[in-house]
T-cell receptor
Framework: GAGVSQSPSNKVTEKGKDVELRCDPI?????LYWYRQSLGQGLEFLIY????????KSGLPSDRFSAERTGGSVSTLTIQRTQQEDSAVYLC????????????FGQGTRLTVV | GENVEQHPSTLSVQEGDSAVIKCTYS??????FPWYKQELGKGPQLIID?????GEKKDQRIAVTLNKTAKHFSLHITETQPEDSAVYFC????????????FGKGTRLSVIA
């Protein structure tokens, strides 16, 4: 596709349920990032994938959060046992190379935990 | 790790006036500084970036300045228009491969017609 694609665009889930958020980066982009944006807040870094290197998980807020990137392309962010404080917009971005290049963002997934 | 501070958090200007947003960073190894614009309901989009080998870059009504010694960089928008109203984010990253883009908390700019 022409840009970064995220699905679903909106997700409402009950507290305690697990959710999976999907990101399709731009083809050929080696770097992929997940960020969380709470209402009116900045971009909180969650996790970063670069090529075949081990991902940088330093931003994950708890062990309920995990992510994988299969075949160096599609990434899935999984949140287990969702809590109300997990409600936010989850943004995915990809870059052609990890340095000095533009990061292209998807439209985000708005997660609401009720 | 890198820490990016951004000010102000909100900014209102009259149409036609200039707007300035400032950011500071903590890691002297950072060498790439992009600015993103986020409109309501959309993902952030790059508007301009600067690398550490230059002190200023301009693109039409938008300019960015970088002071490596002081570790701060600024976004300047001249002749503001209502469509400039959005949230603006600064970011910083290093030249080495395995470090993420670190963003400031954003500035909500309102241009009043």
């Amino acid at each position: 596709g022409a840009g970064v694609s995220q699905s679903p665009s909106n997700k409402v889930t009950e507290k305690g349920k697990d959710v999976e958020l999907r990101c399709d980066p731009i083809s050929g982009h080696t770097a992929l990032y997940w960020y969380r944006q709470s209402l009116g807040q900045g971009l909180e870094f969650l996790i970063y994938f670069q090529g075949n290197s081990a991902p940088d998980k330093s931003g994950l807020p708890s062990d309920r959060f995990s992510a994988e990137r299969t075949g160096g392309s599609v990434s899935t962010l999984t949140i287990q046992r969702t809590q109300q404080e997990d409600s936010a917009v989850y943004l995915c971005a990809s870059r052609l190379r990890p340095v000095n290049t533009e990061a292209f963002f998807g439209q985000g997934t708005r997660l609401t935990v009720v | 790790g890198e820490n990016v501070e951004q000010h102000p958090s909100t900014l209102s200007v009259q149409e036609g006036d200039s707007a300035v947003i400032k950011c500071t960073y903590s890691d002297s190894a950072s060498n790439y500084f992009p600015w993103y614009k986020q409109e309501l309901g959309k993902g952030p989009q790059l508007i301009i970036d600067i690398r550490s080998n230059v002190g200023e870059k301009k693109d039409q009504r938008i300019a960015v300045t970088l002071n490596k010694t002081a570790k701060h960089f600024s976004l300047h928008i001249t002749e503001t228009q209502p469509e400039d109203s959005a949230v603006y984010f600064c970011a910083a990253s290093k030249g080495s491969g395995n470090t993420p883009l670190v963003f400031g908390k954003g500035t909500r700019l309102s241009v009043i017609a």
